[in-house]
């Protein structure tokens, strides 16, 4: 089992910057891919950016040369570093692992969800 914990989100001014944090804990050594997704009021979840361990990282184009994702495995914990931000990114940002079971296959596992509001 992989469960995440997020942490870091609040209000913050158009422009502005913020980080969301995310330790994850249980099977880290089965985790395949890291990443964050958000959830605007009345949209669909959609992804902001995913880190796979083969070293690709892919970033939405809203976000992109704006937002990184980072991770510190000594702590088991990525991050989210939102700069620049604008009102269009407020949203539930949600920490997201898939990890593969012993069993084969892949499991998803998300954060409870952190709520970013982006205004001034």
């Known amino acids: 089992q992989v469960q995440l914990v997020e942490s870091g989100g609040g209000l913050v001014q158009p422009g502005g910057s913020l980080r969301l944090s995310c330790a994850a804990s249980?099977?880290?050594?089965?985790?395949?891919?890291w990443g964050w997704y958000r959830q605007a009021p009345g949209k669909q979840r959609e992804l902001v950016a995913v880190?796979?361990?083969?070293?690709?990282?892919r970033y939405a184009d809203s976000v992109k040369d704006r937002f990184a994702i980072s991770r510190d495995n000594a702590k088991n914990t990525q991050y989210l570093q939102m700069n620049n931000m604008k009102p269009e990114d407020t949203a539930v940002y949600y920490c997201?692992?898939?990890?593969?079971?012993?069993?084969?296959?892949?499991?998803?596992?998300w954060g409870q969800g952190t709520l970013v509001t982006v205004s001034p």
């Open positions: 880190d796979r361990n083969a070293g690709s990282t």
């Open positions: 997201y692992a898939a990890w593969a079971p012993p069993g084969g296959g892949y499991l998803e596992v």
């Open positions: 249980g099977s880290i050594d089965r985790i395949v891919a």
